[in-house]
């Protein structure tokens, strides 16, 4: 899975290393139609909750043996495969200190349960959030 992470692309609403495109840059649809048809996707995001998130990446690989990884951003951080299925419980905009510190319109919090019962907080680009809702249903089959 490593090569397959190293090779993917960003998805439209994502670049490397924290960043995230407000508008422009990609086709959100493009991106959907090339995870089904195999490609990896790059999806820049955060996992924690309201007051503390740390900055990483999902890399979404349908083909392959974990299709949905956590990759945290800097070194000696540990790659996670998130377990299928993968259920977003709630899509809601950042709240309170969140959206004071990421913006309202820019993301969108994705509350996930995972297949080992792990409940996650994921902060994804409002224009990728389409991109994970699908990949997350799609890993399951």
């Known amino acids: 899975m490593m090569d397959a992470m ?15 495109r ?5 086709d959100p649809e493009r991106d959907v139609r090339d995870l089904l048809g195999g490609e990896v996707l790059k999806v820049t995001a955060r996992l924690g909750g309201f ?3 740390k900055p990483g990446e999902l890399v979404l690989a ?4 974990d299709p949905v990884v956590w990759r945290p951003y800097g070194p000696g ?14 899509d809601t905009r ?8 990421l913006g309202k319109l ?8 995972t297949g080992t ?17 699908r990949a997350f249903e799609e890993a399951e089959s």
């Open 106 to 113: 820019a993301w969108r919090v994705l509350d996930v349960r």
């Open 77 to 90: 951080k540990h790659t996670e495969a998130l377990t299928p299925p993968l259920r977003i419980a709630a």
């Open 62 to 65: 349908l083909g392959a043996d």
């Open 117 to 133: 019962g792990d409940a996650l907080t994921l902060v994804v680009s409002t224009l990728d959030a389409a991109l994970v809702h």
């Open 6 to 20: 190293d090779r993917g692309r960003y998805a439209a609403g994502s670049r490397p290393r924290f960043g995230v």
């Open 94 to 101: 950042p709240r309170g200190r969140l959206a004071l510190l």
């Open 51 to 53: 007051d503390r998130t």
């Open 22 to 26: 407000f508008v422009g840059g990609g």
